[in-house]
């Protein structure tokens, strides 16, 4: 069975950053297209942030465009997000994610929810003003 571990969130100010990790278990990580998602309380899971096998490629949602960062380690199996100028609005559990599907297709950066196969627990982000 595939973990993930995030790791790396807390409490902030308005303005100020954090970088969130994620540590995935096993051989295949290079083969995973991975995603953050976020989740507010009394809102539904939301997407973030995804990024392709090989890093090349990212996507965002519009609210944090030019403000996060997702980034990749294959020879640590580790995801990042890096977080700036983070606004109470940010305030949610942070989830990562992985595709077991992308294979070979180091295009691929996936926002959708229903096509990612394992979470982690999640890690609070609270955002104070």
């Known amino acids: 069975q595939v973990q993930l571990v995030e790791s790396g969130g807390g409490l902030v100010q308005a303005g100020g950053s954090l970088r969130l990790s994620c540590a995935v278990s096993g051989r295949a990580f290079s083969t995973y297209a991975m995603g953050w998602f976020r989740q507010a309380p009394g809102k539904e899971r939301e997407f973030v942030a995804a990024i392709s096998l090989s890093g090349r490629y990212t996507d965002y949602v519009d609210s944090v465009k030019g403000r996060f960062t997702i980034s990749r380690e294959n020879a640590e199996n580790t995801v990042y997000l890096q977080m700036n100028s983070l606004e109470p609005e940010d305030t949610a559990v942070y989830y990562c994610?992985?595709?077991?599907?992308?294979?070979?297709?180091?295009?691929?950066?996936?926002?959708?929810?229903?096509?990612?196969?394992?979470w982690g627990q999640g890690t609070q982000v609270t955002v104070s003003s």
């Open positions: 994610a992985a595709d077991r599907h992308a294979a070979d297709r180091n295009w691929l950066v996936v926002t959708s929810i229903t096509e990612y196969d394992y």
